[in-house]
T-cell receptor, first 106, second 114 residues
């Protein structure tokens, strides 16, 4: 399986740190989604991108289609960013990374 | 606009029984996708429906089935439940489906099979 490799699996950061989560995939895709899941289960779609870079507040997502790689960056991390982040490259169906569990300590 | 709703939120069933889960998409969305999430396998794609037609299907046995109604509401059914079917079942809706449209997730149905 392993169409999607996500790293790191777990990440602990101090409040204010810059965080990077990486996603590499082997399937052909039309877009890649970054998802956030809080304890309790609810999933929120943070980004959907098919090229380049997108920014929402302190979150930045980039994708390199040729290299089949995407990164999610969080600037000035905050305890409320603590969640599991999942990349989901998508073609005819969704593929999912195993998720990165982020804990931001005050 | 109301979000994606799923019913029931929690369910306990016995091995061998069958179960039907329901998903109501955001108004105007015509695509509904279903996902299974377990601690061991993570998130896995089940199937996608668009305008009452199944458009894509993941690698799940035939015990897992679904349908979509003319109002875009969708149901998924699991027959002959197994212990391994215990999971969080999520649905997501989007305007057009495929991967290049924003997906909005429901809160999920947590199914426990005993």
């Amino acid at each position: 399986k392993n169409e999607v490799e996500q790293s790191p699996q777990n990440l602990t950061a101090q409040e204010g740190e810059f965080i990077t989560i990486n996603c590499s995939y082997s399937v052909g895709i039309s877009a890649l989604h970054w998802l956030q899941q809080h304890p309790g289960g609810g999933i929120v779609s943070l980004f959907m991108l098919s090229s380049g870079k997108k920014k929402h507040g302190r979150l930045i997502a980039t994708i390199n289609i040729q290299e089949k790689h995407s990164s999610l960056h969080i600037t000035a991390s905050h305890p409320r960013d603590s969640a599991v982040y999942i990349c989901a490259p998508t073609g005819n169906q969704f593929y999912f990374g195993t998720g990165t569990s982020l804990t931001v300590i005050p | 606009k109301a979000g994606v709703t799923q019913t029931p939120r929690y369910l306990i069933k016995t091995r061998g029984q069958q179960v039907t889960l329901s998903c109501s998409p955001i108004s105007g969305h015509r695509s509904v996708s279903w996902y299974q999430q377990t601690p061991g396998q993570g998130l896995q794609f089940l199937f996608e429906y668009f305008s009452e037609t199944q458009r894509n299907k993941g690698n799940f046995p035939g015990r897992f089935s679904g349908r979509q109604f003319s109002n875009s509401r969708s149901e998924m059914n699991v027959s002959t439940l197994e212990l391994g079917d215990s999971a969080l079942y999520l649905c997501a809706s989007s305007f057009r489906g495929r991967g290049d449209y924003e997906q909005y997730f429901g809160p999920g149905t947590r199914l426990t099979v005993t």
